[in-house]
């Protein structure tokens, strides 16, 4: 134990000479830098460049109000948005059992549900749309393409006006023939319903999907916004609230593949019959009136 204490002691009183010889000392010429730094690996340097080149995001106006809800059931976000000036108001994918809350929260702020909007005919769960329209009023909205009823067919082109703002629509089909995709230029962001997903996709092996059409609409229509762009999804199951155009360029690990290798993924996923759909699609075509519960 001596021995180790004077050791110690040696070497605390010889360590300020030894920091001003190794402050003096050159470095040889032709020696390799890498020798004398800390090595830094290809991860690290991805990882800066990648933050340094996330695209800046765009805040949304002093005006518009974004509200996005959450159905546990079916793990669907619904999007309730608004003009605070006028108040008027439109809520994107609604759930049926999401109702009473949805309009409650509308009256609370002090808003006037003009639209109820749905990205597509679900099969996880029933809309939403006709309860809203019997408690608020409102119309329901969908595509044409999806065979289900509403007060108002869109198609791709049309504009949903609330207020002073206005939702641009894109026809994105492939997880269903009816699938929409809901643009709001000004606020930089997208609705994607179930066509594109957070790291993931819509399934397309029901309800006339297709996983080319899908795939196609997507990179033409969805990717060729501004890469800033927020992306809401209609469901994520692992807790995530949004994405970006650019992200899911580079990260989405089915959309980042060829159109071939595309197609042979979504072929072979071998997924569950969706628990809700023999419920859930009969109610959909019929805009969820006939599911409203009694009171």
Not at 89 to 115: N, S
Not at 231 to 246: C, F, N, R, T
Request: proline share 5%; glycine share 6%.
């Amino acid at each position: 134990m001596r021995i180790a204490s004077v050791s110690l002691l040696s070497a605390f009183v010889r360590l300020p000479s030894l920091i001003r010889a190794s402050a003096t000392a050159k470095l040889p010429a032709s020696a390799p830098i890498k020798s004398y730094c800390a090595a830094i690996s290809p991860r690290s340097l991805h990882s800066q460049s990648t933050v340094m080149s996330l695209p800046e995001r765009k805040p949304f106006s002093a005006d518009f109000f974004f509200r996005q809800l959450f159905d546990t059931e079916s793990s669907t976000y619904s999007y309730l948005l608004a003009d605070t000036s006028s108040g008027e108001a439109v809520i994107i994918d609604p759930v049926l059992e999401q109702a009473k809350r949805d309009a409650q929260l509308v009256k609370d702020l002090g808003f006037k549900l003009k639209y109820a909007i749905n990205t597509h005919m679900h099969a996880d769960h029933i809309t939403g749309s006709g309860w809203l329209r019997q408690l608020t009023g409102c119309q329901s909205v969908i595509a044409a393409a999806s065979g289900a009823k509403a007060d108002r067919h869109i198609a791709e082109g049309d504009r949903i006006d609330f207020g002073r703002h206005s939702i641009d629509t894109l026809a994105t089909p492939g997880h269903t023939n009816g699938c929409m995709s809901y643009v709001i230029k000004e606020q930089g962001c997208v609705f994607t319903g179930d066509t594109l997903l957070i790291r993931g996709c819509g399934r397309t092996d029901f309800q006339e999907g297709s996983p080319k059409s899908l795939y196609e609409n997507v990179h033409a229509k969805i990717f060729s916004l501004p890469e800033n762009f927020r992306i809401y999804p209609a469901h994520d199951y692992k807790g995530q609230l949004e994405s970006s155009v650019w992200e899911e360029k580079r990260y989405n690990p089915r959309l980042t593949k060829s159109l071939e290798q595309f197609i042979e993924i979504m072929e072979n996923l071998n997924l569950p019959y969706p628990k809700k759909i023999d419920a859930s699609l009969p109610a959909n075509r019929e805009c969820g009136v006939y599911d409203i519960p009694k009171e």
